[in-house]
């Protein structure tokens, strides 16, 4: 008997601790619904920016590919038509494609960008079902034609807000998951050349 | 003290270095492993000593020397880095920078350049610089193959000299002066020349760059494979350079036994053929007049039974196989160890115009050359048919040798007299030139003998016993029929079963031999592309080219040189001896293990062909067949590759495409 009161006392203040739990202050958040504030310089999906006449800054110099310590990045450069400019100058990436599932996040890309073309913005939401889905390519990546430079963050005074508004539409995900295979960039460098040929 | 008379000694460094009279400091310093940085200078152009960039510190001279162009002298003590040195030279790259646009992020050489790996290692890595810089015009079109960046220019005229004295081409010029000097071509006419891509090796900087490679890649990205060019007889050692299983480029190889660290055009660029969409990439078989896909399996089946069938109810005389020089050795021994094993000796690599591809005994090496007094051109000319053999000679005319060419034997041999050593360089067409010249110049003592055959493995054939009347090893045997021949017993109904693997005989004398490819009753061909022959087959076989597949070729000198694949051949594709293995389980022939074959030919090649000479009657299949209309096309056709794809395969044709 008095076994069993000792019990009921023990069952008591482990609820009292359940129960004073109920009047602290939470620390989890009703994700999505509310979202939490990021470090000012959280690094999360890239963005690869315009200037300010629309043009890409991107020239596909494939820098920021080779300071990719998770090699998570495949550029493919190529010439600009003189009719068609996407860039200022001669070349521009005609592929570029980052593996967010292999990305560490660490920002070397950025920091190699002699043009500050591709960045970290803090949106991190990209959970999908499908690991092909995770290769972004320049429809997810670059900063739609109407919406402005895209921000970097050297050019935001008092760091990144916690939420940029504007998630990058995501066009297709069955054609991103499309083999990106080697065999497949090995197309796109076939097809440059057939157009080169004639 | 004789050895004085030819050696110096000097201190570079602190080491005592003893070179050779007259050598160059920048020369003397590789010695003991001190890297002098050049820019101008170039070992096979010499000095020009325009950059300045090779400054070095001589005790007792004033001011700093350069390197290139100061000779090694007795007693000399140089400094090739202190602090002197490492000044002018920053000051050297300082003003080199001063009007460069430092693009490197979008130029063809970053990562490979030496204008920034020297400014890494010497330069201050600041300016003084607060002028904005002349601005000149990029990417220039500067001809068929190459594009010029004007402002990149350090103006080493590397370009020019290569022109000048390497290629005798005299097309490059170095225009206007001062800030404004641009590289350019004299007339205002497009650069175009056969060894137009060696100037992007040269040119230190990105000012000069192909076309084909534009913005495709960096040096970083590429899986790097040496091997070496089918596409003439001279065997060029080259790097196959590939970016996602696409050939993007290939850089020449410092060799100076075979290539002299120099490609030719055709061996450079002439690679866009891999990926073609009209590739070949499933067997076809001729039914009804129309070819249907079928499998390998079918493919093996319908040879196997055309080819038994043929012997049973015709015996082996009404069989017979074309291997042109795309084969690689292994599958020319293969294809003739199959043939002579149902029987028959209807066997020959020649599908043209050639009849010849080994001078015999005395065949020298393309190193002679450099010593030749005397060379004489026989035939059609070089620079298109072997253009490295070509620049070869033209260092040795640059050396003081004489050139002869379009003379008859007689007066060949009245020009020759007292010189030695004497090279005759033959095309191997005409087998009764090829033997006048032999005579008229048989009582000269050193005379060695090239032939620079139109296919690109030519000499490897021969080796291999693609002939009807040797064996392999040049053993002599009993004479089956060559190629002509063959094609007359097509026309006369005696031969039924015909393999033709990359050869393309039906591009030579077209209408003659395509009635006797219609004649016969199963033809077979393998090939990349469907060619005026593999048209007419009953059954096509797609097939590899030489930079998918790994085994050795034979140069005209008889070097054994490797090939080692770079490429993933497409699918449904097969290598010439995959295919004859197929082909060997189909007539129950047994062929050699691996290690067996790999020691037969290197047995065979070795093997010195003696008692013949040029024109040698033992190699006449009798007249010469026309030619086909382009020349250029049968240089391609004799590497068996795409002659049927002009706009991928030509450089005529690229120069239009471009
Ligand atoms: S953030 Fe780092 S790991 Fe991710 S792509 Fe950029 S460089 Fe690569
Ligand atoms: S994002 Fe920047 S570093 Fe990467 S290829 Fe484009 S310009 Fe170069
Ligand atoms: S184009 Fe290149 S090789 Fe020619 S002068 Fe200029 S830097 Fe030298
Ligand atoms: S000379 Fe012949 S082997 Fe040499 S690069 Fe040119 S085509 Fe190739
Ligand atoms: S390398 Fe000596 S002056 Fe250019």
């Known amino acids: 008997m008095r076994k069993r009161l000792y019990n009921v006392g023990a069952i008591l203040k482990g609820l009292s601790i359940t129960f004073g739990f109920m009047f602290r202050k939470r620390p989890t958040i009703e994700y999505p619904s509310v979202k939490k504030q990021h470090a000012p310089r959280f690094h999360g999906l890239h963005e690869l920016r315009r200037y300010g006449d629309g043009k890409e800054r991107c020239i596909g110099c494939e820098l920021c590919s080779s300071a990719c310590p998770a090699n998570a990045i495949t550029v493919i450069g190529a010439e600009n038509a003189p009719d068609d400019r996407k860039s200022p100058g001669e070349r521009h990436a005609a592929r570029y494609e980052i593996d967010e599932l292999r990305c560490i996040f660490c920002g070397m890309c950025e920091e190699a960008c002699p043009t500050d073309a591709i960045v970290l913005t803090p949106r991190f939401e990209m959970a999908d079902y499908r690991r092909g889905s995770f290769i972004y390519a320049k429809d997810r990546l670059l900063v739609p034609p109407d919406a402005g430079v895209g921000e970097a963050p050297d050019e935001r005074p008092g760091g990144i807000p916690g939420d940029l508004g504007r998630v990058a539409e995501i066009k297709s995900t069955t054609d991103v998951a499309r083999g990106f295979s080697a065999t497949h960039r090995g197309e796109i460098l076939k097809t440059q050349r057939r157009g080169l040929a004639g | ?658």
Not at chain 2, 331 to 345: I, N
């Open chain 2, 1 to 658: 003290m004789a050895d004085n008379a030819v050696n110096v000694t000097l201190t570079i460094d602190g080491v005592p270095v003893t070179v050779p009279k007259g050598t160059l400091l920048v020369e003397a310093a590789k010695t003991v492993k001190q890297e002098i940085p050049v820019y101008c200078y170039h070992p096979k152009l010499g000095p020009a000593g325009l950059c300045r960039v090779c400054l070095v510190d001589i005790e007792g001279m004033p001011k700093l020397q350069i390197a290139c162009n100061t000779p090694a002298a007795d007693g000399m003590v140089v400094h090739t880095r202190n602090d002197k040195v490492d000044a002018g030279r920053a000051m050297i790259l300082e003003l080199l920078l001063v009007n460069h646009p430092l693009d490197c992020p979008i130029c063809d050489k970053g990562g490979e350049c030496d204008l920034q790996d020297y400014a890494m290692a010497y330069g201050r890595g600041s300016s003084d610089l607060v002028d904005p810089k002349t601005r000149k015009p990029k990417g220039v079109d500067l001809g068929p193959t190459i594009v010029l960046d004007e402002e990149r220019c350090v103006v080493c005229q590397r370009c020019v000299r290569f022109d000048d004295i390497i290629a005798d081409e005299r097309q490059l010029v170095l225009k206007d002066r001062g800030v404004r000097d641009i590289i350019a071509t004299s007339t205002g006419d497009p650069y175009r020349h056969n060894f137009t891509g060696n100037v992007t090796e040269l040119c230190p900087v990105g000012a000069l760059t192909s076309k084909t490679y534009r913005f495709k890649s960096r040096p970083w990205d590429l899986q790097r494979t040496q091997t070496t060019c089918t596409q003439c007889a001279v065997g060029c050692q080259m790097f196959s350079d590939v970016r996602y299983g696409v050939p993007l480029r290939t850089m020449s190889v410092e060799h100076d036994a075979i290539s002299d660290g120099w490609l030719c055009d055709r061996g450079r660029y002439n690679i866009g053929f891999y990926d073609s969409a009209e590739r070949i990439v499933q067997p076809l078989y001729r039914r009804n007049g129309t070819f249907v896909q079928i499998g390998w399996d079918d493919a093996f089946t319908l040879w196997g039974k055309a080819l038994r069938e043929a012997l049973r109810a015709r015996g082996p005389e009404a069989v017979g196989a074309i291997g042109g020089g795309r084969l690689t050795n292994e599958e020319a021994y293969l294809l003739q160890h199959l043939t002579r094993a149902v029987g028959s000796a209807n066997l020959d690599w020649r599908a043209g115009l050639a009849r010849q591809a080994t001078p015999g005994a005395k065949g020298g090496t393309l190193a002679a050359l450099d010593r030749a007094q005397a060379i004489v051109t026989i035939g059609e000319p070089l620079r298109e048919r072997a253009p490295v053999l070509w620049l070869r000679i033209l260092k040795a005319v640059r050396r003081g040798a004489r050139l002869i060419a379009a003379a008859t034997p007689a007066e060949a041999a009245a020009q020759c007299a007292g010189l030695a050593p004497i090279a005759l360089v033959w095309d191997g067409v005409d087998p009764a030139l090829g033997a006048a010249y032999d005579g008229a110049f048989a009582g000269f003592a050193e005379v060695a003998t090239f032939i620079a055959s139109e296919q690109g493995n030519a000499r490897g054939a021969e080796a291999m016993g693609m002939l009807p009347a040797f064996g392999p090893g040049y053993a002599a045997v009993a004479p089956g029929r060559g190629t002509r021949a063959m094609l007359e017993d097509a026309r006369a109904g005696r031969l039924r079963v015909l393999s033709i693997l990359g050869a393309n005989p039906a591009a030579y004398a077209p209408n003659a031999a395509a009635e006797a490819l219609d004649a016969l009753e199963f033809t077979v061909v393998s090939e990349l592309f469907m060619t005026e022959t593999a048209a007419r087959a009953t059954l096509v076989l797609p097939a590899r080219g030489p930079l998918e597949k790994s085994g050795t070729t034979l140069n005209l000198t008889g070097d054994l040189l490797p090939l080692h694949a770079s490429l993933q051949a497409p699918e449904g594709t097969l290598a010439d001896l995959e295919m004859l293995i197929g082909l060997a389980q189909q007539l129950d022939v047994e062929l050699p293990s691996a290690e067996d074959l790999e020691r037969a030919v290197i047995a065979h090649a070795a093997k010195l062909p003696t008692g013949f000479g040029l024109g040698d009657a033992r190699f006449d299949d009798g007249p010469s067949v026309a030619p086909p209309p382009h020349v250029h096309r049968t240089i391609f056709d004799g590497a068996g590759t795409a002659a049927h794809d002009p706009r991928l395969t030509s450089l005529r044709a690229l120069e239009v495409g471009v």
